[in-house]
């Protein structure tokens, strides 16, 4: 689709046996309706194509020149093994007047009960149940076993302080070995508050992205991207409203803050029949912000550096609001909550 795409005002060419493909008995079909991932095309001008493959050669990333912009407005694909053309068409045929599709759907509201908690409930029990979620406990099971530092470039990455705790809330990679200027990148997601409310669960991702990527010197907040990463069951009744309302909550979240999103994946097939059950995946949206930093050292980390004479500070971004509906706390008594 992309190769269309690019030539979409002008027409094109492509030489569909250049393609790099893993299987050289693909025939030109499967070669042409394949989903290829992490792929990229390029409209570049003919003078800096050997200048462009140069790069790529430097840092070992395959390149192919497929085709032409040719300014007939025909996409045309060309099969050098036979001589063929299975492909020529006019792209006002593949890409205009595309019929809008309307979609229509039904919000439900979840029978939800308040989170009722024990009164003699402690402190010593709630951290020992929460701190056994995945979600919050230790991550050595993912970080031990990789190397957290391939290229040289990562100036932060999941582990800090002396006993290298897996509590870093933002990753910094430098530009090169040669400058301290980079980029930080934060996740923020909140599957079980989506759950409780779509739209209140979209804000909280992008809140907790930014909660985490402030810990980063970054020039200006309008200068962060977000990649959005959905995964839903649209197609359930419900489900596809939900989606909506969660979409529209992260448009006015990110509105307000003056950040934006520039990419992202969608899955929204998470559904699936066993025997006579419907097992649907939680509703996920994961914001990955990004920005470009000036100065890579100037990052904070949570861990304590002045052990026993250090201070932690409480700052209530709730406003007073202590609501715990599909919190961790939550999770633990199988509850979600309400508000």
């Known amino acids: 689709n992309v190769l269309k795409e690019l030539v979409e005002h002008s027409g094109g060419y492509i030489e569909i046996r250049k393609m790099r493909v893993g299987d050289p008995t693909m025939s030109v079909l499967e070669i042409y309706v394949a989903e290829y991932q992490e792929r990229n095309g390029f409209l570049i001008s003919p003078e800096n194509i ?16 497929l085709g032409e912009v040719t300014g007939d407005l025909q996409f045309v694909v060309r099969d050098k093994l036979d001589g063929s053309t299975p492909v020529d068409i006019d792209l006002s045929e593949l890409l205009g007047d595309i019929p809008v599709k309307t979609f229509e759907d039904n919000r439900s509201k979840p029978d939800l009960k308040p989170l009722d908690l024990p009164e003699d409930l402690n402190v010593a029990d709630v951290l020992h149940d929460v701190l056994r979620l995945v979600s919050v406990g230790s991550k050595r099971f993912l970080t031990n076993k990789v190397d957290r530092a391939v290229t040289g ?4 990455q999941q582990c800090c302080g002396p006993l290298q705790l897996t509590v870093s809330d933002v990753a910094v990679v430098a530009q090169s070995h040669f400058s301290i200027s980079g980029g930080a990148t934060a996740i923020g997601e909140q599957p079980i508050k989506m759950l409780v409310d779509p739209a209140k669960g979209a804000r909280m991702a992008v ?14 907040l309008e200068q962060v991207k977000c990649s959005a990463n959905w995964m839903w069951a649209p197609k359930l009744p419900g489900e596809g409203a939900a989606l909506y309302d969660a979409a529209k909550g992260m448009c006015d979240a990110m509105i307000a803050v003056g950040m934006a999103v520039d990419g992202g994946k969608d899955s929204l097939s998470m559904a699936t029949m066993v025997g006579d059950e419907t097992v649907k995946s939680p509703r996920e949206l994961v914001i990955s912000a990004y920005a470009a930093m000036s100065d890579i050292n100037k990052v904070v980390t949570p861990d304590l550096k002045r052990a026993g004479a250090s201070s932690l500070l409480f700052i209530d971004l709730a406003n007073g609001k202590n609501r715990l509906a599909g919190s961790a706390l939550a999770q633990t008594r199988s509850r979600l909550g309400n508000d």
């Open 50 to 65: 050997e200048q462009f493959q140069a790069i790529c050669d430097r840092e070992k990333v395959g390149c192919e020149v």
């Open 153 to 156: 470039l990562i100036a932060q």
């Open 207 to 220: 809140g907790e992205s930014l909660t985490n990527l402030v810990w980063a010197a970054i020039d200006d």
